[in-house]
C-alpha cells in the first residue's frame, strides 16, 4: 500500500528550545512497577486477532533541563529555556489506531496541568479553538512485532515503522523503525498504571514519560 505523507515546515529555533526545555528529547527519572498476578497470553500477531490487543497510554514528559546540552539535541542552548508556565507536555500511545488494526498513533502535545489523565479524546492535529491542546508531533507506525513480558516486572514493545509524521518536528523520519515500550501494572477496576512510556525513532530521537496513565486491552 502507498503511503502519501505530507510534509511540515521546518521547525524553528524557537519551538526546538521549547521543546528541548520540555525533556522532549531527554531520557527521564526511573520509575518502578511492582509485578502484577494476572496472566500472559503468548506472543501473537495481536491485530489480526479481533482487537487482543489495545493501549490507550499517556503521560507527562517532565520538564527536565540539560545542562550542559547534550550533543545530539540541536541547537545545543545554554541554558535552556524553561517550560511556559501553566503548561505542561504529554505523550499519548493509541493502538491500534480506529480505522486500521496494525497503526500505532503517537502523539505529543501540550496542555494545562489539570487537564483529565488521559485526556477523553486525542487532540485534534490542527486546533479548532484556541482552548485545544497544540500538537507537536504526531506519528502513525504499522506494527510489525509486539513483544510482551512478565520480567523484571511487566511489559511491552510494539515495533514497527513510521508510516506518517506530521507534524514532523523530529524532522522527516518517514519509514523508519520506531519502538514504542512500557511497563504496566493492571488494576481490576482503575486505570492501567504506566511506567517508563518511551517511543524511540533509532538514530533520530527518544522521548520517555515516567508514569502515566490509560488501559490495557489484553484477550
Known amino acids: 500500500m502507498k503511503t502519501t505523507v505530507q510534509q511540515s515546515s521546518n521547525l524553528s529555533g524557537t519551538r526546538r528550545s521549547f521543546l528541548k526545555s520540555a525533556g522532549v528529547l531527554a531520557l527521564a527519572a526511573p520509575a518502578t512497577l511492582q509485578a502484577q498476578s494476572h496472566p500472559m497470553p503468548p506472543h501473537s ?39 511556559p508556565p501553566g503548561l505542561e507536555v504529554r505523550l499519548r500511545a493509541t493502538f491500534p489506531l480506529h480505522r ?22 486525542a487532540p485534534p492535529l490542527v486546533p479548532e479553538s484556541p482552548d485545544d491542546p497544540l500538537t507537536l508531533s504526531y506519528f502513525e507506525v504499522a506494527v510489525t512485532a509486539v513483544e510482551l513480558s512478565r520480567h523484571p516486572s511487566p511489559n511491552l514493545a510494539l515495533v514497527g515503522h513510521v508510516l506518517v509524521n506530521n507534524p514532523a518536528m523530529f524532522g ?11 511497563g504496566f501494572v493492571l ?14 525513532v533509532p538514530g533520530n530521537h527518544t522521548t520517555i514519560a515516567p508514569q502515566g496513565k490509560g488501559t490495557l486491552v489484553i484477550r
Open 187 to 200: 488494576h481490576d477496576d482503575a486505570p492501567v498504571d504506566f511506567a517508563m512510556l518511551g517511543t524511540h
Open 172 to 182: 522527516n523520519v518517514t519509514g523508519a523503525s520506531f519502538v514504542l515500550t512500557t
Open 100 to 121: 486500521a488494526r496494525h497503526v500505532l498513533a503517537v502523539q505529543i502535545f501540550v496542555v494545562p496541568p489539570a487537564a483529565p489523565l488521559p485526556l477523553p479524546v
Open 45 to 83: 500477531e495481536w491485530w489480526h486477532g479481533r482487537g487482543r490487543l489495545g493501549l490507550l497510554a499517556e503521560g507527562v514528559i517532565p520538564n527536565l533541563p540539560v545542562e550542559p546540552a547534550i550533543p545530539w539535541v540541536l541547537p545545543p542552548l545554554i541554558p535552556p529555556p524553561p517550560l
